[in-house]
């Protein structure tokens, strides 16, 4: 079986950051493009706990299906099952730096999150307790001021 695209970059020398993990194009036409949004380094730092990462999805994905400029455009947010990071999808034919200033309202809006989870109750959620509110606050913090805000050229396309 060949191996996809995803399991052929090299995670020993990938930095956090931005990436097109890919683009894929509809059988209409559309463009779809794939962002690894990378939030630690795979293997050498620690992965996010599955409460934070649950807690950033809810928030992310509602931040940004509310977000006038990007709403109808985005297709999905959802953590990476190495809990390193998560995957949004876009639809049409974008580069990372093309998202960068959306990433850091983004992870703004959840550094600074006060009250409930959206969604995470019973009836809208299958495992609404298992959140982590405040770890996911200081991870957008820790993302936003230690990534976002001082992103370099290399943390926007994947090593070779």
């Known amino acids: ?12 020398t990938l930095q956090r950051g931005i990436y097109v993990s890919r683009k894929d194009t509809t059988p209409g036409g559309d463009v779809i493009t794939t962002f690894d949004i990378r939030m630690t380094e795979p293997n050498r730092q620690e992965a ?8 950033i999805e809810h928030l ?5 299906r509310n977000h ?15 809990r390193t990071g998560n995957y949004l999808l876009l639809s049409g034919d974008y580069e990372s730096r093309e998202i960068l200033e959306l990433m850091r309202e983004t992870f703004g809006f959840i550094a600074g999150y006060e009250g409930e989870i959206p969604g995470a109750t019973p009836r809208d959620c299958g495992n609404y307790s298992y959140m982590d509110p405040e770890g996911a606050r ?16 290399s943390q926007l396309i994947y090593p070779e």
Not at 49 to 55: C, F, I, K
Not at 60 to 64: N, S, W
Not at 68 to 82: A, E, S, T
């Open 68 to 82: 006038v400029q990007w709403r109808d455009k985005v297709v999905y947010w959802g953590p990476m099952g190495c």
């Open 60 to 64: 992310a994905a509602t931040y940004l």
């Open 48 to 55: 996010l706990s599955g409460e934070v990462l649950h807690a």
């Open 1 to 12: 079986m060949e191996k996809i695209a995803s399991f052929t970059v090299n995670h020993l």
């Open 138 to 153: 200081r991870e957008a913090r820790r993302y936003l001021e230690e990534v976002l805000d001082r992103i370099t050229p």
